[in-house]
Antibody, heavy 116, light 110 residues
Framework: QVQLVESGGGVVQPGRSLRLSCAAS????????IHWVRQAPGKGLEWVAA????????YYVDSVKGRFTISRDNSKNTLYLQMNSLRVEDTAMYYC?????????WGQGTLVTVSS | QSVLTQPPSVSAAPGQKVTISCSGS????????VSWYQQLPGTAPKLLIY???KRPSGIPDRFSGSKSGTSATLGITGLQTGDEADYYC???????????FGGGTKLTVL
């Protein structure tokens, strides 16, 4: 069955960096786009970033452009999100989600807290 | 502010039917397929409806979706207390190459 397992979250000070990972299994990872979606505490879903199956196309929400980088290693079935210059407003649960014509499978999320 | 507009909350009695609307524009819903997600308390979102009106395997036919113009609707019949959750609409904005979600609707089954 499809599984997505995020890791790498934690508490970090503003301005610092963090790298999230998403380990995938149960489907041909290199054939699908994978996205990051976040949810601030008590708030709704916010799409963050997307990467195409071959990694050649990457897209970001405006608020993270220039600070976050999405990447993938198809040989390891793993997705990454490098987050630099973190802000308090980046505090959220971060989900990776497999994308077909919709976000059809989601991981359980990893919590990122940006606080001094 | 979410680009897709949903009512913050809806409620109905067990066994009844409820609909949740998702309003957008010609640039998002008007030209792209809509999907719907259920998020039970403390859990990750789960796909309920994709491509406007299709149900993934395992989703009961109590859940339905439709789209007309720049709006989409999620319908739930035969409400159960286990349906209490937050529901989100979403779409991929193909011209912006960006994902978009509604603000979410909290369903209460009275």
């Amino acid at each position: 069955q499809v599984q997505l397992v995020e890791s790498g979250g934690g508490v970090v000070q503003p301005g610092r960096s963090l790298r999230l990972s998403c380990a995938a299994s149960g489907f041909p990872f290199s054939s699908y786009g994978i996205h990051w979606v976040r949810q601030a505490p008590g708030k709704g879903l916010e799409w963050v970033a997307a990467i195409w199956p071959d990694g050649n196309k990457k897209y970001y929400v405006d608020s993270v452009k220039g600070r976050f980088t999405i990447s993938r290693d198809n040989s390891k079935n793993t997705l990454y999100l490098q987050m630099n210059s973190l802000r308090v407003e980046d505090t959220a649960m971060y989900y990776c989600a497999k994308y077909t014509s919709s976000w059809d499978y989601w991981g359980q999320g990893t919590l990122v807290t940006v606080s001094s | 502010q979410s680009v897709l507009t949903q009512p913050p909350s809806v409620s109905a009695a067990p066994g009844q039917k409820v609909t949740i609307s998702c309003s957008g524009s010609s640039s998002n819903i008007g030209n792209n397929d809509v999907s719907w997600y259920q998020q039970l308390p403390g859990t990750a979102p789960k796909l309920l409806i994709y491509d406007n009106d299709k149900r993934p395997s395992g989703i009961p036919d109590r859940f339905s979706g439709s789209k007309s113009g720049t709006s989409a609707t999620l319908g739930i019949t035969g409400l159960q207390t286990g349906d209490e959750a937050d529901y989100y609409c979403g779409t991929w904005h193909s011209s912006l190459s960006a994902g978009e979600f509604g603000g979410g609707t909290k369903l209460t089954v009275l």
